[in-house]
Structures are given as C-alpha cells and as structure tokens.
C-alpha cells in the first residue's frame, strides 16, 4: 500500500462546507448503535459474513500481510425503516479468541452494542475518508444503503479498531443522506 492510500484515511477530521452536516455523527466516540436507539425503531440486517480476504487498507490497518483471510460481515443499520448506516467489520482469522465466537453468534444483533457494552474493550483512534467509487467499499455500501438511482457520487465513512485480549477487530461505518434525517425528525442532533 503506498504512503498516499494509507493517507486517504484521515484522523483529523477539520470542518468543511462537504462535511459539515455530518461532522456531529462522524466525530462522536460513542456508540453509534445507541444514538440511533435514541431516536427511533433501531433494527440490524445482516448483508453478508463470510471468509474473506483484507483490502490493501483493511490489512495495514490491522497491522496484516495485505490479502490476509478475514472474517468479514457486512450489516445496514437502519431507524424506523430507514436504512442509514452501512457497517463493515474485519476481525483477523488468527489469532481465534472470545471476539471470533462473539461475531460468529451476533445474528442480527449490533456489534456496537457488543463493544460498548463490554470493559474489556478498548477502542483505537478514528480516521475519516469520503469514499466514492474507486474506494473497495463504494459500491457495497451504495448497495446496503439501498440509495441506487438516488446515490450520491461520494459518503462519508469513518472506521477504527476495536481491541479485546489479543484480538482487534476494524469497524468502518458509511453514512447515508438519510441519516441527516434523524437529526430533523428523531429528536434532538447531539453536537
């Protein structure tokens, strides 16, 4: 992975006329599961888990020989009916621990609600990224955010590490437009 894609992902995350509207979800440390719990009907669909192998910058955020088989699942999060969140979560074949077993028997549970939950977790700084097409994950998401015709050319995402014992595990969220609608219609926007 060259110096400049390992760049594209940002942990500072300055304000923008491009980010603004998003700055308050994409910035919060805090589960993501409970602020949309908050503000309606929380439901989880699982997209796809399988065996899979790491993207160039998947694997050198996890500190892995890139390509290195991963367990990988893919879910939409939505608020009452609402599909505003594409998850993407890469835990490392090996080593096999307590979090292996855990993502193995989520369902459709929210992993955030897992971490967040739990003491024994520790969570690793956050980088930012607007993806678009050319981004692995672009197409994927546009899919699991169900926008199609009304896709937008680029979506804010932001992901970081997860830690529990001797495992890590990479969470990177993708932002839908409709998100932004919460902030309207679901009570109050968090700052």
């Known amino acids: 992975m060259s ?22 979800w994409l910035s919060d440390r805090g589960s993501l599961t409970a602020r949309i ?26 500190g892995l020989v890139c390509g290195a088989r991963a367990w990988v699942r893919e879910v939409a999060l939505s608020c009452d009916d609402r599909i505003v969140v594409f998850a993407h979560t890469v835990l490392p074949y090996r080593p096999r621990g307590p979090l292996t077993r855990w993502l193995a028997r989520l369902g459709s549970r929210s992993l955030g609600a897992l971490l967040f939950s739990h003491a024994g977790f520790t969570r690793g700084p956050m980088a930012f ?26 979506l804010w995402a932001r992901r970081s590490t997860f830690g529990f014992g001797g495992q890590s595990v990479l969470v990177t969220e993708v932002f839908s437009p409709t998100l932004l609608q919460l902030d309207r219609t679901g009570g109050p926007a968090a700052g």
Do not use: M
């Open 129 to 154: 990224k607007r993806i678009d097409r050319r981004d692995a994950l672009f197409s994927s998401a546009i899919d699991g955010l169900q926008l199609g015709e009304r896709a937008p050319g680029t």
């Open 3 to 24: 110096h400049a894609d390992r760049l594209s992902w940002r942990h500072n995350l300055l304000r923008t006329a491009e980010n603004v509207a998003f700055l308050h």
């Open 37 to 62: 719990d908050a503000r309606g009907r929380f439901a989880v669909r699982v997209l796809r888990q399988c065996l899979h192998r790491t993207t160039p910058d998947e694997a050198w955020a996890l």
